[in-house]
């Protein structure tokens, strides 16, 4: 059975170290997700604009000053906003279940689309917690046993924090 593992970093640089390691040991922009808080804000904006183009033009560019060259290379990276919640900066296969079914059937929460990649769901109430709090989550997709702990040692080394894994499920659209 596939599995994942996970872990919580308290910067975006040691966010980018895993990143890096996780990739020069092999795995692939499609096997690593990142979710972190988007600390970017468009409140600068005048309310008397009639478009969303500067509001999406400063999403974009933040983003990208914001994580950093490393996370860059990954799939999908880009900003999702989670009712009730915020804003978030997401990489990686959790943008899909974040912003896909596992959010609506599990009250538009940040939890909902934790317990929707597997996460028992008294891990990820403990994962939304730190992530509101400014910590990022990195995921990573292992076909094996060897890769499980592969990932897992990454995370200790960089001293990662709340490293645990699960079994896979998949999420329906």
Same mark, same amino acid.
């Given at each position: 059975?596939?599995? @994942?593992?996970?872990?919580?970093?308290? *910067? %975006?640089?040691?966010?980018?170290?895993?990143? *890096?390691?996780?990739?020069?040991?092999?795995?692939?922009?499609?096997? +690593?997700?990142?979710?972190?808080?988007?600390? /970017?804000?468009?409140?600068?904006?005048?309310? !008397?604009?009639?478009?969303?183009?500067?509001? &999406?033009?400063? +999403?974009?560019?933040? /983003?990208? %000053? @914001?994580?950093?060259?490393?996370?860059?290379?990954?799939?999908?990276? &880009?900003?999702?906003?989670?009712?009730? #919640?915020?804003?978030?900066?997401?990489?990686?296969? +959790?943008?899909?279940?974040?912003?896909?079914?596992?959010?609506? $059937?599990?009250?538009? @929460?940040?939890?909902?689309?934790?317990?929707?990649?597997? +996460?028992? !769901?008294?891990? $990820?109430?403990?994962?939304?917690?730190?992530?509101?709090?400014?910590?990022?989550?990195?995921? #990573?997709?292992?076909?094996?046993? !060897?890769?499980? *702990?592969?990932?897992?040692?990454?995370?200790?080394? $960089?001293?990662?924090?709340?490293? @645990?894994?699960? *079994?896979?499920?998949?999420?329906?659209?």
């Amino acid at each position: 059975m596939k599995k @994942s593992a996970f872990c919580i970093t308290q *910067s %975006i640089e040691q966010t980018e170290h895993i990143v *890096s390691e996780l990739r020069n040991s092999g795995f692939s922009n499609n096997d +690593i997700s990142v979710l972190l808080p988007d600390k /970017t804000s468009t409140q600068d904006f005048a309310h !008397e604009k009639h478009t969303k183009m500067p509001e &999406g033009a400063a +999403i974009g560019g933040t /983003t990208g %000053i @914001s994580v950093g060259a490393v996370l860059g290379w990954l799939a999908g990276i &880009g900003s999702l906003a989670i009712p009730g #919640v915020g804003a978030f900066i997401a990489a990686g296969p +959790i943008v899909g279940a974040l912003s896909g079914a596992a959010v609506g $059937a599990a009250t538009g @929460s940040l939890i909902g689309g934790l317990v929707g990649l597997g +996460i028992p !769901e008294y891990e $990820a109430k403990r994962y939304e917690g730190k992530i509101r709090g400014g910590s990022a989550l990195i995921s #990573v997709h292992a076909e094996s046993s !060897e890769e499980l *702990s592969k990932a897992k040692d990454i995370f200790e080394q $960089a001293q990662a924090e709340d490293i @645990s894994s699960t *079994s896979e499920s998949s999420v329906n659209a």
